[in-house]
């Protein structure tokens, strides 16, 4: 998986509740037979941890439709 900044195609993004990152829904990392998130430095659940993308995009419309891999999006985005 590519560290990269690259986008997500909207209708595979999903966002792990752990790291607050976006991944694509058909990635994740198989440790002791269990499917975690993809991102090496996370341990959060691919199912568990895993939200909808337009679910968070629900709660904070100034994110893209197509997240970017890699970048960090709080639930709660900070509000100047
Ligand atoms: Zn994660």
């Given at each position: 998986m590519s560290t990269e900044e690259e986008s997500i195609a909207a209708k595979f993004a999903v966002w792990c509740l752990r790291c607050e990152r976006a991944y694509s829904a058909r990635e994740f990392r198989k440790v002791d037979g269990v499917r975690l998130c993809p991102y090496p430095d996370c341990d959060g659940d691919?199912?568990?941890?895993q939200w909808d993308w337009a679910r968070i995009r629900h709660e904070n419309?100034?994110?893209?439709?197509s997240p970017l891999r890699g970048h960090f999006y709080p639930l709660h985005a900070r509000r100047r």
């Open positions: 691919a199912a568990l941890d419309p100034i994110y893209p439709a």
